[in-house]
C-alpha cells in the first residue's frame, strides 16, 4: 500500500516537473514560427531571426517587440497585424492569399498548365499533319524515285 501511494507521488511529481518545463516551449515555438513569418525593416531582406547584420538597428528592437506581444498573451494574427500597421505589408515574409495577392500565388501555376495544354494541342495537330508513310522499299513507286534520283544527281 505505501509503496503505491509513494509511486503515485513520484509519478505525480515527474508529470509535473515535465509540464513546468514544457510550459515555456510553447512560446519559444511561437517566437520562432512568427519571427521566421516576418522580414527585417532595415532592408537586407533577411528573415527576422536571421538578420545577421552588424549592427542591425530594427532587428533587436523587432525582435524585442515579438517578445512583448508574446509575453501579453497577443494571438498570431495580432501580432502579425500589429508588425504590418507599424512597418508596412512588407514586413511579412509570404503574403496573405488574399485579394490580388491570391492572383499572385495562382498565376504561375495556371500559366504553367495552360502552356503543358497548348503544347500538347500542338504536338497533337502535328501529328494530324503528319505526312503518309512512306512507300514499301519493293514498290515500283520507291524504284522510279530512285531512277530519277540517280539521273539527276549523275551516279
Known amino acids: 500500500m505505501k509503496r503505491s501511494a509513494l509511486r503515485r507521488s513520484l509519478q505525480l511529481i515527474a508529470v509535473s516537473l515535465t509540464a513546468l518545463l514544457l510550459m515555456g516551449a510553447g512560446d519559444d515555438a511561437r517566437f520562432n514560427k512568427l519571427g521566421h513569418n516576418l522580414m527585417c525593416a532595415c532592408g537586407c531582406r533577411q528573415v527576422l531571426l536571421e538578420c545577421n547584420h552588424v549592427g542591425c538597428s530594427y532587428s533587436d528592437r523587432m525582435r524585442d517587440e515579438l517578445s512583448t506581444a508574446l509575453t501579453r498573451g497577443d494571438s498570431d494574427d495580432l501580432v502579425l497585424q500589429a ?13 496573405p492569399a488574399t485579394g490580388f ?25 502535328w501529328k494530324q499533319r503528319a505526312p503518309a508513310a512512306a512507300p514499301a522499299a519493293d514498290s515500283p513507286e520507291l524504284e522510279a524515285m530512285r531512277l530519277r534520283a540517280r539521273r539527276e544527281t549523275e551516279l
Open 83 to 95: 508588425f504590418v500597421q507599424k512597418y508596412g505589408p512588407t514586413v511579412l515574409a509570404a503574403p
Open 101 to 125: 495577392n491570391l492572383v499572385a500565388w495562382v498565376m504561375p501555376f495556371a500559366v504553367l498548365f495552360s502552356a503543358l495544354g497548348f503544347a500538347v494541342l500542338v504536338v497533337l495537330r
